[in-house]
């Protein structure tokens, strides 16, 4: 891997892996993407995320690096379609029919209706997702973390009392503002990796952690013992981009995540959330944001760059970085 004076990063061949979640992962792996066309990127998606709404099984961060990498995507939301239209939504709604604070629009029912008659005939999630993509080319080989079900549920206390519901009902209906007690990925402990998982870990040339959520992306992944393992014992360089800057996540309610495991909401307590390799963590080097650039943690290589990822650009001169500060550390 070398750099050329323009920036861009002469990849070809080289094996990337990233760990992604939706929003922080997708527009991170655009720009990595483009900066590194002709490495090989394989990305493990977080499924902590699915459930099954409407009779639909719901892959929300799967499906969102394949829109976005596919071209898909509705860039302002950062899930979901583009040109979507709601009318089956409003039409379940007058039939009463909850819970109504999801929203699947009209088009991405299509790929829901995919993906559950597939399911229902048998075929893994990762066949699935692999059909899915013949459709949308995302360029990456993208692979669910496991095609055992896991799914993120969080323990919250409020005037219905003390319970568990599933992290999509604390995100979107109650916007995370109910305290998580406990944020538990279900199932994770025994799940197994998918195919095709691992031996992209011990194959890669660099291992990337995109500025996805650590708790609820990164982390859910990171909770299946068989990955975990797999990038320890792996000696490729492994670098996170911090998905904190200023204290704040840029999009999104990490913070809250954050909180329930008593990790500080700054680029530094990710950091030292993901641990640094020498010390028995998983992180060689750490992208920060320049106003972080104060950041240092022992035994890990920081290096401070602009980390709002408002295009296209800024995207690719964020995993340019990642990938140069790969590069130092090989
Ligand atoms: P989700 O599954 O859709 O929530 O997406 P991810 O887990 O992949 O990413 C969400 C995280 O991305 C949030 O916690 C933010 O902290 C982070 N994030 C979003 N936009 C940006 C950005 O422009 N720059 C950085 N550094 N982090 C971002
Ligand atoms: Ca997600």
């Known amino acids: 891997m070398t750099t050329t004076t323009a920036g861009a990063t002469t990849t070809a061949g080289v094996k990337i892996v990233a760990l992604a979640g939706g929003i922080g992962g997708a527009r991170f792996l655009r720009g990595l993407q483009a900066v590194a066309p002709q490495a090989e990127i394989t990305v493990i998606g977080n499924t902590g995320d699915d459930i099954e709404l409407f009779g639909l ?4 961060d799967l499906d969102t690096v394949m829109y976005t990498l596919g071209n ?24 009463g029919v909850q819970p109504q604070w999801f929203g699947l629009g009209d088009r991405d029912i299509a790929t829901h209706i995919v993906r559950t008659q597939m399911r229902n005939a048998g075929y893994p999630l990762s066949q699935v997702t692999a059909a899915l ?28 009392g003390r319970r568990f519901i599933h992290f999509q009902e604390w995100w979107i209906k109650f916007r995370a503002s109910t305290p998580a007690l406990r944020i538990v990925p279900i199932n994770a402990e025994s799940a197994k990796p998918a195919p095709g998982v691992i031996d992209a870990i011990k194959n890669a040339d660099v ?89 240092a943690l022992d035994g ?22 990642a990938l140069e500060l790969a590069r130092s550390l090989s």
Not at 57 to 60: D, F, G, T
Not at 140 to 160: A, F
Request: contains cysteine; proline residues 7%.
């Open 57 to 60: 099984q719901i892959s929300p």
């Open 72 to 95: 898909g995507i509705h860039e302002e939301q950062g899930w979901g379609r583009r040109d979507e239209t709601f009318v089956v939504k409003e039409e379940l709604a007058s039939y």
């Open 133 to 160: 993509c013949a459709r949308w080319n995302p360029g990456v080989n993208l692979l669910p973390m496991t095609d055992d079900r896991v799914e993120t549920h969080v323990e919250i206390e409020d005037e219905g």
């Open 207 to 295: 291992i990337l952690f995109p500025p996805s959520n650590p708790v609820v992306s990164i982390g859910t992944i990171l909770a299946i013992p068989g990955i975990k393992r797999a990038l320890l014992a792996s000696q490729a360089p492994l670098v996170g981009v911090s998905p904190i800057v200023g204290g704040s996540p840029v999009r999104g309610m990490a913070d809250a995540c954050l909180a329930s495991i008593d990790v500080q909401s700054s680029a530094w307590g990710v950091a030292q959330h993901y641990g640094a390799r020498p010390h028995g963590g998983l992180l060689h080097g750490w992208l920060v944001d320049d106003i972080d650039k104060d950041c």
């Open 300 to 321: 890990l290589r920081v290096l401070a760059r602009p980390l709002i990822m408002r295009d296209l650009e800024s995207s690719k001169d964020i995993a340019a970085a």
